[in-house]
């Protein structure tokens, strides 16, 4: 997969990708990540990229110019009819979809190019998102300073799916939320520490017990912290 985040802060991305999971898939060739300057597409010679709002108001919104001219420069077009099979423009916005892993699964499973916009400001003219955005995706319920953070957390959930991108080939399927639960508790050497003891089931070596524990487990973790993931359509757990 290549992913290019388009930012007007390229220094915010300086390391961030260069530890754990996101730094090994980049070694192993399943994933390059390109950071863009949105400046380096304004026309002007103060090389600006936000404006004041037509109808007043306060703050700045994004011009749509220079993001047009770097998705042109990436993608050879500017049209979304035209982008090529596999290539997804999301723009990073409160205003997105919310973020959940089924939707994390089917961006690892039907993209080849991620192309990430960071919003900033009081947002983006909105000529940007009826023409070149394939998603709005925001990671949260809050308002960010700006999409960077976003792009960090899209770009890491998703490499995190990708073929060969973990350890183990089951790892990402006993994750928080893969089957609509969180995960069960977790426990490593020693098996008794300052008086607390792991669950004996863990130690009894009875691998479908253990199955069932986890399972129990994690349904009341997840009726404990997340008691929404079970509410049904009639209202019920």
């Not at 754990?20 to 103060?46: M, P, Q, S, W």
């Not at 006993?174 to 969180?182: C, G, K, R, T, V």
């Not at 199955?211 to 509410?231: G, H, Q, V």
């Amino acid at each position: 997969m290549r992913i290019d985040i388009l930012t007007i802060f390229p220094e915010f991305f300086g390391q961030v990708f260069d530890f754990g999971i996101i730094r090994r898939a980049r070694l192993a060739n399943i994933v390059e990540i390109n950071v863009v300057d949105i400046r380096e597409f304004a026309t002007d010679k103060h090389r600006m990229t936000d404006d004041r709002p037509f109808g007043g108001g306060d703050g700045m919104v994004m011009k749509a110019e220079p993001i047009f001219n770097a998705i042109e420069h990436l993608l050879g077009t500017s049209e979304r009819k035209s982008f090529p099979v596999g290539t997804r423009v999301v723009l990073l916005s409160p205003q997105g979809r919310p973020l959940k892993q089924a939707g994390v699964r089917e961006l690892a499973d039907s993209t080849s190019y991620l192309v990430m916009i960071c919003g900033r400001y009081e947002g983006v003219d909105e000529r940007v998102n009826e023409a070149l955005i394939t998603d709005e995706i925001s990671i949260g319920d809050y308002v960010l300073s700006g999409g960077e953070p976003a792009a960090v957390v899209l770009a890491d959930v998703v490499i995190r799916l990708l073929p060969d991108a973990l350890g183990s080939a089951t790892s990402a399927e006993n994750d928080s939320f893969s089957n609509e639960l969180l995960d069960c508790p977790h426990y490593t050497r020693p098996a008794e520490f300052r008086g607390m003891r792991v669950p004996d089931v863990l130690l009894s070596g009875d691998h479908a017990e253990i199955e069932k524990w986890r399972r129990r487990m994690a349904l009341e973790k997840t009726k404990k912290n997340r008691p929404d993931l079970l509410i049904g359509e009639n209202g019920e757990m």
